[in-house]
Nanobody, 121 residues
Framework: QVQLAESGGGLVQAGGSLRLSCKFDGFDGVIFSWYVMGWYRQAPGKQRELVTTITPGASTSYEDSVKGRFTISRDQVNHMVYLQMNSLKPEDTAVYYC????????????WGQGTQVIVSL
């Protein structure tokens, strides 16, 4: 079992920055290093989309629209994942969800409750 808790959302003007945090709590012997971590977002009226991922070895991937602006990182000691968002645009407005994908076969993935990011003009 895994619980994910996001924090750090809020209201920011275009061009500003926010840092999202995700706390990973594993139970029943679950190990943080078994998981690819990521962030999804869902804007009003749109489908949830993958923003970025980071592997246990710290390899990262980004959706094209956030490349060069967003940076994902993970703290293996404290079981945290961060999303540094710079040069924010109004189109980045969405609920951001932390995501954990188990690398072992036949295991469930996990989602946090989400944190709202609003970017104003």
């Amino acid at each position: 079992q895994v619980q994910l808790a996001e924090s750090g959302g809020g209201l920011v003007q275009a061009g500003g920055s926010l840092r999202l945090s995700c706390k990973f709590d594993g139970f029943d012997g679950v190990i943080f290093s078994w998981y690819v971590m990521g962030w999804y977002r869902q804007a009003p009226g749109k489908q949830r989309e993958l923003v970025t991922t980071i592997t246990p070895g710290a390899s990262t991937s980004y959706e094209d629209s956030v490349k060069g602006r967003f940076t994902i990182s993970r703290d293996q000691v404290n079981h945290m994942v961060y999303l540094q968002m710079n040069s924010l645009k109004p189109e980045d407005t969405a609920v951001y969800y932390c995501y954990a994908k188990d690398l072992r076969d036949y295991q469930p993935d996990y989602w946090g409750q989400g944190t709202q990011v609003i970017v104003s003009l």
